[in-house]
């Protein structure tokens, strides 16, 4: 199945069989995707959305030096550019950060689903509002807290999405993100956040060894990233 993780955690009950399957008819293609590649350039006219089955995906934007500034980062079970259906194009780059499973859904397949499925509509609607209810918490999070601040929020963030979709024990998870990856999402550079990654070694709050990330003291990791999960709408908030 390929949507198995739409909406997991959210709202996924209020998706009926009969959508369900209307949504996987609508799939025109699956891909498998390399690492790191751009897969959407910004103002590239779009005819169909991505919806990430498995992998992590970002989407990004360049200052004129070039410097690279994470606005999302997308984790299995997101339509990564669904607000894209409307718009026609991007205003962003959307590039792989792994290996990637995506299932495309042309356009005019949404067209149908919009005129036929209120239900269905309303749920996709649903999800390009989380996208922007975590679009506005990023905004607090880069223009009011402090870089240890950032890494920890940026952190309780991912492990809940991660741990609705079954991929977080609530403390232990992998994460395929660099250093320098990190610090793109967080508005820091990458030896600021090894100092950051140190530091919350030392707090006895996370440590993270290559890829696999343990989180010790959770309430206190949220704590000091003014992290409320409120805004990811997951069906549970602790």
Same mark, same amino acid.
């Given at each position: 199945m390929v949507f198995a993780d739409?909406?997991?955690?959210?709202?996924r009950d209020l998706l009926s069989a009969q959508d369900?399957?209307?949504?996987?008819?609508?799939?025109?293609?699956?891909?498998?995707?390399?690492?790191?590649?751009t897969f959407i350039s910004r103002d590239?006219?779009?005819?169909?959305?991505?919806?990430?089955?498995?992998?992590?995906?970002?989407?990004?934007?360049?200052?004129?030096?070039?410097?690279?500034?994470?606005?999302?980062?997308?984790?299995?079970?997101?339509?990564?550019?669904?607000h894209g259906y409307p718009?026609?194009?991007?205003?962003?780059?959307?590039?792989?950060?792994?290996?990637?499973?995506v299932a495309l859904v042309p356009h005019v397949a949404l067209d149908h689903i919009v005129a036929t499925r209120p239900a269905?509509?309303?749920?996709?609607?649903?999800?390009?509002?989380?996208?922007a209810a975590m679009h506005r918490e990023w905004i607090f999070r880069l223009g009011r807290l402090d870089a240890i601040a950032r890494v920890s929020?940026?952190?309780?963030?991912?492990?809940?999405?991660?741990r609705a979709i079954g991929r977080s024990d609530g403390s232990h998870f992998i994460l395929p993100m660099t250093q320098a990856d990190?610090?793109?999402?967080?508005?820091?550079?990458?030896?600021? &956040?090894?100092r950051m990654l140190r530091e919350l070694k030392d +707090?006895?709050? $996370? *440590? &993270?060894?290559?890829?696999?990330?343990?989180?010790?003291? +959770?309430?206190? $990791? *949220?704590?000091?990233?003014?992290?409320d999960p409120a805004y990811l709408f997951l069906d549970d908030q602790n």
């Amino acid at each position: 199945m390929v949507f198995a993780d739409f909406l997991r955690g959210r709202r996924r009950d209020l998706l009926s069989a009969q959508d369900l399957e209307a949504l996987e008819a609508a799939v025109a293609d699956v891909r498998n995707l390399p690492p790191r590649k751009t897969f959407i350039s910004r103002d590239q006219n779009i005819t169909m959305s991505t919806y990430l089955i498995e992998g992590v995906m970002c989407r990004y934007m360049d200052d004129r030096q070039g410097e690279r500034q994470l606005v999302a980062v997308h984790v299995a079970g997101d339509f990564v550019d669904l607000h894209g259906y409307p718009l026609g194009h991007l205003d962003h780059d959307l590039a792989t950060l792994t290996a990637c499973r995506v299932a495309l859904v042309p356009h005019v397949a949404l067209d149908h689903i919009v005129a036929t499925r209120p239900a269905l509509t309303k749920l996709l609607w649903f999800s390009t509002l989380l996208d922007a209810a975590m679009h506005r918490e990023w905004i607090f999070r880069l223009g009011r807290l402090d870089a240890i601040a950032r890494v920890s929020h940026f952190f309780c963030e991912t492990e809940a999405k991660l741990r609705a979709i079954g991929r977080s024990d609530g403390s232990h998870f992998i994460l395929p993100m660099t250093q320098a990856d990190l610090g793109e999402a967080c508005g820091i550079t990458s030896v600021h &956040m090894n100092r950051m990654l140190r530091e919350l070694k030392d +707090r006895n709050l $996370l *440590a &993270m060894h290559r890829h696999d990330v343990e989180i010790r003291d +959770r309430k206190g $990791l *949220a704590r000091l990233g003014e992290f409320d999960p409120a805004y990811l709408f997951l069906d549970d908030q602790n």
